[in-house]
């Protein structure tokens, strides 16, 4: 496991902070899900007093990617309505769907939901200016890996693995233990300011030493190569 010593890394320096707030509400998918099950329940008369606070986290698995959210069954305690009326209700709203006997509902992201967000991230990494990494004041384990990854891919660049659009629909199975790696970090970063970056590292370590990019086919490559830089930007912001 990767150790280090001092802090896990710091936001950009500078007003910087200030500006990428909103773009990681933006980048969250709990907090775009937060913002569907609040407007579904808007509908219904049943207004939220805070939709950061809505209840919903991600099922431990790596493929298919699915969250939860037990809200339905909270606020029919709390409003005295029927679950069941509320599930179904929100069952109407994208990718929601009822879980059998349980008064929760799960969000499936299917393949083109998850590559939309892989690819929103993956535009914020291209606008990275090399002047937002002065700065960093990283744990020495997050710089390391950070650097690798820096490294990679500008060999990556010089290959022309990572010219949009990336083929995302060429990952595996196995390729989503980074993906969901990724999704709790940009969870994690919308609700704390300065979230553990190690787990992070470690996902992506272990991940580059079991997955191949070049030698690859060339869609799976640039994928592989795209989750690189989907990690290095976690790591950099």
């Not at 902070?17 to 219904?44: C, D, F, N, T, Y």
């Not at 553990?196 to 191949?212: I, N, V």
């Amino acid at each position: 496991m990767l150790q280090g010593k001092g802090r896990t890394g710091q936001s950009v320096a500078g007003d910087c902070g200030v500006k990428i707030a909103p773009m990681i509400r933006q980048l969250s998918l709990k907090s775009q899900l937060q913002q569907q099950l609040a407007e579904q329940l808007a509908a219904v008369g049943v207004v939220t007093p805070a939709v950061d606070s809505l209840p919903i986290y991600r099922v431990r698995q790596a493929y298919p990617v699915i969250y939860r959210s037990p809200i339905a069954q909270q606020w029919a305690k709390i409003r005295n309505r029927n679950s069941q009326t509320l599930v179904a209700h929100l069952c109407q709203g994208r990718g929601w769907v009822a879980v059998p006997g349980r008064a929760v509902v799960d969000w499936h992201g299917s393949d083109e939901a998850i590559a939309q967000w892989l690819t929103a991230v993956f535009q914020q990494w291209l606008s990275l200016e090399p002047r937002n990494l002065a700065g960093l004041d990283p744990n020495v384990a997050v710089h390391y890996t950070r650097t690798r990854w820096q490294d990679l891919l500008q060999l990556a660049q010089e290959s022309k693995l990572l010219t949009p659009p990336i083929p995302w629909g060429a990952l595996t199975v196995s390729d989503y233990t980074l993906v969901t790696a990724l999704l709790d970090f940009s969870d994690r970063r919308f609700t704390q300011p300065d979230p553990p970056r190690l787990p992070l590292c470690q996902a992506s370590l272990d991940y580059y030493a079991q997955h191949r990019i070049w030698g690859s086919d060339r869609p799976l490559a640039q994928a592989r190569a795209g989750l690189i830089a989907l990690t290095h930007y976690w790591l950099t912001i």
